[in-house]
Each structure stands twice: as C-alpha cells, then as structure tokens.
C-alpha cells in the first residue's frame, strides 16, 4: 500500500480559494503521473487534474482556467490551488497515484488513493 496524506481541504465562500496538498513517499512519488479527482454527494467520482513526471498536465474542461496543478519533485508532493471556486466544486478530493507515467483522466489507470479531503464551497 503506498500511502497518499491529502491536507488543505475546508470551507470557503463562493470566489474563494483553497491550496490542497498530497505527500507521499520518494519511491512512490518519482517516475508517476499524479493527479486529483472528486466525489460531490450522490454523485461518481470525476476526474479533476493530473500531472505526469516530466509536467504535463490535464484538466477537466470545468476547471481548467480555475485550478492549477503542481509537483515538487523535491518534497514528494502534488498541489492543487483552486480559485475563484463556485458551489459545485464542493466534494472530496482525492490524490491518486498513476500507475505509469501517464496522467490520464481515467480512474482505473490509477493504483493507489488517499483517503480525501473535504471541500466546500458556500454561495
């Protein structure tokens, strides 16, 4: 099991923004494509963002001019700053570790999860 330690989840008002953080191990960290989905209530998990090793990232459309996603290679961590969030971003979040390189938008292409983070957004 490679342990994923989200951090930065919380509440905010509608425009706000949050910062959330993954940290993992250096071994399960180099060499993988990282990335963050989300699960709003009663709802599938979907896809957010994901970056690959070499910094190539991805967006779900909905996101894309709002979040920025981010790797230090150096502290084995992945972000996430989230702006001008809206009420729908509410869910948890999830960090999730690729099993290659490839940060696709696709959930089974991913090996290992953290447990979430809350976000929510208020109007």
């Known amino acids: 099991q490679v342990p994923l330690v989200e951090s930065g989840g919380g509440s905010v008002q509608a425009g706000g923004s949050l910062r959330l953080s993954c940290t993992t191990s250096?071994?399960?960290?180099?060499?993988?494509?990282l990335g963050w989905f989300r699960q709003a209530s009663g709802k599938e998990r979907e896809f957010v963002a994901a970056i690959s090793p070499a910094g190539y990232l991805h967006y779900q459309n909905s996101v894309a001019d709002r979040f920025t996603i981010s790797r230090d290679n150096l502290r084995n961590t992945v972000y996430l700053q989230m702006d001008t969030l809206k009420p729908e971003d509410t869910a948890v979040y999830y960090c999730?570790?690729?099993?290659?390189?490839?940060?696709?938008?696709?959930?089974?292409?991913?090996?290992?999860w953290g447990l979430g983070t809350q976000v929510t957004v208020s109007s």
């Open positions: 250096k071994s399960s960290f180099d060499g993988y494509a």
């Open positions: 999730a570790r690729g099993k290659t390189e490839y940060g696709t938008n696709v959930a089974s292409d991913y090996s290992y």
